[in-house]
Every structure is written in structure tokens, then in C-alpha cells.
């Protein structure tokens, strides 16, 4: 018989919840019990800039797949100083996108981003 369960609200800000299970025959009994659990999470998504959706192709995304892509563009085109690894040459589209800058590591572009 399947169970729905709906996660509590908790005012406190909890990001967690718990499933009690308790049988109501003689503890002789076997239970099979199978429990399916669906993560419930949808990161918040971002618009980016005219500037950035022509570089990475993308119009709204989560952050972590902005990063990502900012991230597959940066070694697609070997932009990665070979001397300072940690430093990206920024080629012309990332001069639209971070104007100032000739060079900038890649913590630094994603504090840019936000």
C-alpha cells in the first residue's frame, strides 16, 4: 500500500526530515519494506548577461552549471596561463563579459558573475 510523504515545514530553517515506521502486528512477523526516496531540490536559476549567453550558449541556468560551462569554455579555447595556471587570459567574447581586466583568476570571474 503506497504512503505518501510530505515533507514538514520547520520555521528553524531545518534542511532535514525523518520517516518513523512502526508495525502494528506481532513482532514475529517478517516486513518487507521497500522505501524510495526522491531528492526534492531545484537550485535557484540565474538570467545571464546578453554578454555571457553569447559565450556559453545559455540563457537561465543554476549556478553550479554556469560555472561549469564557464569553466568548459575556458578549456575549450586554452585559456588557462600556462606559466600561472590559476590565471585566465581573457580572449575578446571574456573582454566583453569582464572589461578591464586582461587577465583574472578563476575564483575572481566567478565573483564577477554575481
Request: hydrophobic share 40%; aromatic share 8%; with cysteine.
Amino acid at each position: 500500500m503506497p504512503v505518501e510523504w510530505i515533507k514538514a515545514s520547520c520555521k528553524a530553517g531545518a534542511t532535514y526530515d525523518c520517516i518513523q515506521i512502526a508495525r502494528e502486528w506481532p513482532e514475529t512477523k517478517n516486513l518487507h519494506l521497500k522505501v524510495k526516496l526522491w531528492l526534492d531540490h531545484s537550485p535557484r536559476r540565474f538570467t545571464l548577461s546578453e554578454k555571457l549567453q553569447k559565450v556559453l550558449g545559455m540563457k537561465e541556468e543554476s549556478r553550479s552549471r554556469i560555472v561549469a560551462a564557464l569553466w568548459q569554455y575556458i578549456k575549450s579555447n586554452r585559456l588557462q596561463d600556462s606559466e600561472k595556471r590559476q590565471k585566465i587570459n581573457l580572449n575578446g567574447e571574456l573582454l566583453d563579459v569582464f572589461p578591464g581586466h586582461e587577465k583574472l583568476e578563476f575564483h575572481q570571474l566567478i565573483c564577477l558573475l554575481q
